[in-house]
Each structure stands twice: as structure tokens, then as C-alpha cells.
């Protein structure tokens, strides 16, 4: 327990930069992935084409390559980064492609008589993306965007292969000279759940505040069918 | 000058506005709209009628500017909009921006409403004027009110669309529409979708709207409106206008046999 004490400021201290890494990390990823969205709607193939194959092809890999490929390939062709830079363009990469198809549905999820609706008023192209079908598409794509903001912050957990510094890397560190794995990795897990879990719960609060009927969260909804379901199991049960 | 020249619209009567002149409207090489000719005249209530896929929601979108057209012309007071693939005239359209802008001033209101459902009912209403007129958004927020008041939802405005009924969201729709004070206003079929109560609703609005001077261009089922309402009654079939006249003349003598069968289907079907 005294250890547990000992070991915390430093843990402590490995979290904070997880966090400003995912931090920084989903806002450029937000940002990225948006317009990446965006131009896979364009109407030139030029602009379409090489979106495509950049979101096909890091979707097909996984994030220890990008990472790998900024960390260590890089610097072969004489672009050498800070470990935190290419650690956050590696995350970057991927997480941009990956919110970047949750947009893209969100955004073809609004019914196309909307945007009719506001060409017959007028509204500009812009103006009409702006005001009427990104206010709807976010709240469709906001509960899958938190979940991968979600895995993002434990993706972090990657960049102590390329030593980093932040919480998983201090783990490791520590270990290698206490051997006190036990009580460390304890510790590390704690500190990550503590995050995630609040997270998740704000994730619910707003896809509750969001949801257009004002109304039932997925757990609620999904309540209420697994009642039915063992309502009607029951039923079968009692003959 | 060559350009005036070709935007300039010959021969229109002074109080056409809107109108299409051999307009052939094909999804894939089928025939949709086939030579239609069309004047609405400034204040007229003007009744589309015809049977299921005669093609009046697709007029009723060239008219809205929603829709391209295979051949034929369309202009707007008085101003050439599209012309294409006419003889002995060159091709025309206006161009994207000022398409836009005539777009202000034709409105319509469709069978689904289409309300902006993150928006309330004043802010459907508001977001048009605000963004596209650049009214101040106080002045534009009163005129939604009074005008939600009109369609008789002045206690409804902050209400989101999933809390109205299909009657409500029509009407405040049409509130949205009028808020643009548009020269031309185009329904179609706007209460196909609502119980009788609620179709008395919204078309007690539409008769507000037509005695108040509008021209309107109105697809409907409701033969009491295009009687009583319709100052002009135009029939289509199969893509084409075949017969249109005043409603007093085209429903006690209507001349087409296929006007005359929709006319016995639909008076015995009410
Ligand atoms: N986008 C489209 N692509 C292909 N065909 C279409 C399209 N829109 C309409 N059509 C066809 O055009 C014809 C006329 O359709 P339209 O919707 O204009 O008829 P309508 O008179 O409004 O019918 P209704 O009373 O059922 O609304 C139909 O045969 C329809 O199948
Ligand atoms: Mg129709």
C-alpha cells in the first residue's frame, strides 16, 4: 500500500500526458476527419479517389504500423520527429480515417428531402450544411464518436513502444526496476478506468440530451426489449 | 446585348408569373412531362388534377426549380430561367447563384412536410429570412410569430416537430414557406398525408393564403378546394396537359374522356 503510495505521483504524472495526448490527438483527428468527409462528397473523382484509398488503406492497418511507419520510417528518409509529435501524427492517421467514415454516415443519414427543403428556401450550399444537416448529423454521430475517443485514449497506451512517456510507459518503467508488477499494473488499470468510465457515462448523458425525441438512451431502449424478450420467455417457461 | 437578347421572353402576357413552354421532362428516355405548355397567371389558384404518376409533382419541381428538364423553357416574370433544345433558339440557363435567388421567391410546400426537426417551429420559420434575406433576427423572429399565428399555432412556436401533429407541422410549413413572401407558391398534395380534421385545418389556411391574392399552384385531391378555391383548373395525363378550364366549366362539361373518368372515379370515391 505504501508503494501503491510511492508509485502514484509518477503514474499520476503518466496519465496527464495520456490525456493531453488524446487530447490533441481528437481534435485534429475531428478536424481532419471532417473534412476528409467532406471531400469524399465532391463532386471531382480527382479529390475522391486517393480520400478513398487513404481511408481503405488505414483501416486495413492496424495502429502499431502507423505508428511504427512515423516513428521509425520516417526518419530513414530524413524526417526525424519528437516521439510525442510522430506519436500523435501516428494516432492521427488512423483516428482521422476512422471518424471520418462515422461523419460520412451521419451525414447520409439525413433524410435527402432536408436538404431539399432548405435548396427550396434558398440556403446556399454552405449555408444548408451548416444550418440544417450538420445540426442532425452530429447527433447521429456523436455516440460513435465518443466511443472511438474512447478506444483512442486506451490506443494511447501504444506509444509506450515508442517511449513515450505516458501512463503505460511509466508502468513499464517502474516495473522494470521495482518488479512490484502486481501493485503497478493495478494501479495503471484503476487510473485508466477512472477515466474511461466517466467518459462513458457523459457519453450517455449527451446521446440522451441529443437524441432527436428528447427521449429514451440505448439503455433504456434496450430495457425495454429485453423485457419484452423475457416477457415472452417467460411465458414459453410457464408451459 | 446578345445575352438580353436570349434572356429576354417573347410574347408572355404582362401578368404571367411563371411560366413553361414545351417543357419534356425523361428519367432514363421515359417520358415524364411531354410537351407541356403552362402560364400560371399572377393571383390565380391554379388546380393541377390527374391520375397517379401523370406527372404533376414533376411539373410542379421544374416549376420549383428543383429539376432539370430534358427540352423546352421555363421563365419567371418575365425572365428566361432554362432554355433548351428548342428549334431555332439558342440554349440559356441562369446561373447557379441567380437560380438561387429566384429559388426565394418560388415556394413549396411538400406532401412530408420536411420541417427541420432540430429546429422549433418559430426557428423553421426565422431560419430562411435570417440567413437568406438577412432580416434582423428579431424582426424575422416577430414575423415568424405573427405568422405562426395566422396558420393558427400561435401557442405551438417553441415547439420541435416531433411534438406536433402531421396538421401542425403542414402548417407551420406553410408559415415557413410565407415567410419568404414568395411571388409563386407551389403544394403538393400537402394533405395526402393527414385525417380528415387535420386536412380541414391546413386547408382552411390554403384558402386564407389564396383569398389574400397569392398565386398558387395547388396538387390536390380535395375536389371541394379545387372547386370552391381554384380559380383554374388544369388536368394532366400521361405527361401531358389535356384539358384545364375554370372548375365550374371543367367539372360540369369536362370534354376529355379521361377527364371525365377521373372525375367519376374521384366525385364517387368522396
Ligand atoms: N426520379 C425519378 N426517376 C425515375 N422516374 C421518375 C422519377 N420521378 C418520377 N418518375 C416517374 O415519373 C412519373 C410521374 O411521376 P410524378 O411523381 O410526377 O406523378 P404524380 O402525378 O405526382 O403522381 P402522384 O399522384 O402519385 O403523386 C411516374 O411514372 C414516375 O414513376
Ligand atoms: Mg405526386
Redesign the pocket.
Known sequence: MEQAIEYLPQLLQGLVLTVVVTLIVMVLATALGLLVAIGRMSRFALVRGPLTAYVEFVRGTPTLVHLYYVFYVLPLVGVTLPAVLAGVIGLTIGYAAYLSEVFRAAIGSVPLVQQEAADSLGLSKVQSFRLVIMPQATRVALPPTVNYLLSLFKDTSLLSIITIQELMFTGLLIGSMTFQYFIIFTEVAILYFCVCYPWAWLARRLEKRLSPDGGQSTSKRLAKTRRQLFMSDGMAGQK | MAKKDVSQVSEMPADSVMHVRNLTKT??E?P??DDVDLSVEKGEVLVLL????????????CLALAEGITSGEIGFRGQLIHRRSMPDQPNFSISASEKQKLRTQIGIVF?QYNLFPHLTAIQNVALAPVHVLKVDRDVANARAKELLEMVGLGSRVDFKSHELSGGQQQRVAIARTLAMSPQLLLF??VTSALDPQMTAEVLAVMKDIALNGTTMVV?T?EMGFAKHVGTRIVF?AD?RVVESGTPTSLFENPKDDRTKEFLNAVLHAN
Do not use: A, I, P, W
Open positions: 428519367f432514363n421515359t415524364v412531362l390527374g391520375q397517379s404518376g401523370s406527372g404533376k409533382t414533376t411539373l410542379l419541381r406532401q403538393d398534395e396538387v385531391h394532366m405527361g
